[in-house]
């Protein structure tokens, strides 16, 4: 059973950055797809960024091109990150990382908060003017 934990997050000014990290204590080997979601209050969760074995690149929602950036540490027991920059108001909600280990099969999509069989408990990112 694989644990995700993603770091605090907290309240920043717009323009601002803020980094997240997700931590999968014990995990030896990477999983096929990793992600972070993001979900506003009343709304559904949504694909923030995701990144698949298959690659070759990572997924970004269009609304975060450009300003923010997965990454993965392989030596650090795959731990994941979601560096945001130039923040705005409406990338404020509770952020979730993810982690799958099967490949995608028919319908299966990484965009899709479905797909995924772990998730942490969620940080909250609150962007003000």
């Known amino acids: 059973q694989v644990q995700l934990a993603e770091s605090e997050g907290g309240s920043v000014q717009a323009g601002g950055s803020l980094r997240l990290s997700c931590s999968a204590p014990g995990l030896v080997y990477p999983s096929y797809c990793m992600g972070w979601f993001r979900q506003a209050p009343g709304q559904e969760r949504k694909a923030v960024a995701t990144?698949?074995?298959?690659?070759?690149?990572?997924?970004y929602a269009d609304s975060v091109k450009g300003r923010f950036t997965i990454s993965q540490d392989n030596t650090k027991s795959y731990s994941m990150y979601l560096q945001m920059n130039l923040l705005k108001i409406e990338d404020t909600g509770m952020y979730y990382c993810?982690?799958?280990?099967?490949?995608?099969?028919?319908?299966?999509?990484?965009?899709?908060?479905?797909?995924?069989?772990?998730w942490g408990r969620g940080t909250q990112v609150t962007v003000s003017t």
């Open positions: 993810a982690a799958e280990d099967r490949k995608p099969i028919g319908s299966d999509s990484e965009y899709d908060p479905t797909y995924y069989g772990y």
């Open positions: 990144f698949c074995l298959s690659g070759p690149l990572p997924y």
